[in-house]
T-cell receptor
Framework: KQEVTQIPAALSVPEGENLVLNCSFT??????LQWFRQDPGKGLTSLLL?????REQTSGRLNASLDKSSGRSTLYIAASQPGDSATYLC?????????????FGEGTQLTVNP | GAGVSQSPSNKVTEKGKDVELRCDPI?????LYWYRQRLGQGLEFLIY????????KSGLPSDRFSAERTGESVSTLTIQRTQQEDSAVYLC???????????FGSGTRLTVV
């Protein structure tokens, strides 16, 4: 059974700091990994999708890396802003043994202080 | 439509009543997922539809939960004889195909009193 862990559970940083969020998964047989943000009381917004054959994806100030063999992904946020405050979730889509579901981590709650 | 639409956005129901939640996926998306998120917890997989294949129902917590999807269009999630532990936000997501980016709706907040 796939398990996804995110560290840290919560993070508070001053505006302008670069930061790294970590995601690890137990079954390396994945199709892809996706990072989302969730704002309080709202649904999920997709940030980046990394296919299993890829090593990283970039979008603006965000960079996500994937090391499939070691079961790890990181989300790097450059020059953080108060508007980045949200819960960040990583989710993996498993291979044949895990079915077609997305398995989510518990999330990292990020607060960027002005 | 431009995004995944869920209705109602909020639902308060009495314990023991049946509820039906609706999800309109993005047009053309073959894959559709239902998830549940209890207060302060992570997302819990419920069910997955892919085209005309048999759905993956392995996440449904009990036989009180069922879901249907007609072709590649609307899906409904039905909870019979609701219990207080069913209170949660129910999120629907769709994607062009199983390996594509998932787009989530804003969810239905269900409160069972």
């Amino acid at each position: 059974k796939q398990e996804v862990t995110q560290i840290p559970a919560a993070l508070s940083v001053p505006e302008g700091e670069n930061l790294v969020l970590n995601c690890s998964f137990t079954d390396s047989a994945i199709y892809n990994l996706q990072w989302f943000r969730q704002d309080p009381g709202k649904g999920l917004t997709s940030l980046l999708l990394i296919q299993s054959s890829q090593r990283e994806q970039t979008s603006g100030r965000l960079n996500a890396s994937l090391d499939k063999s070691s079961g790890r992904s990181t989300l790097y946020i450059a020059a953080s802003q108060p508007g980045d405050s949200a819960t960040y979730l990583c989710a993996v889509r498993g291979g044949e043994t895990s079915g077609s579901r997305l398995t989510f981590g518990e999330g990292t709650q990020l607060t960027v202080n002005p | 439509g431009a995004g995944v639409s869920q209705s109602p956005s909020n639902k308060v129901t009495e314990k023991g009543k049946d509820v039906e939640l609706r999800c309109d996926p993005i047009s053309g998306h073959t894959a559709l997922y239902w998830y549940r998120q209890r207060l302060g917890q992570g997302l819990e997989f419920l069910i997955y539809f892919q085209g005309n294949s048999a759905p993956d129902k392995s996440g449904l917590p009990s036989d009180r939960f069922s879901a249907e999807r007609t072709g590649e269009s609307v899906s409904t999630l039905t909870i019979q004889r609701t219990q207080q532990e069913d209170s949660a936000v129910y999120l629907c997501a769709s994607s062009l195909e199983a390996t594509s980016t998932k787009t989530f709706g804003s969810g239905t907040r269900l409160t069972v009193v």
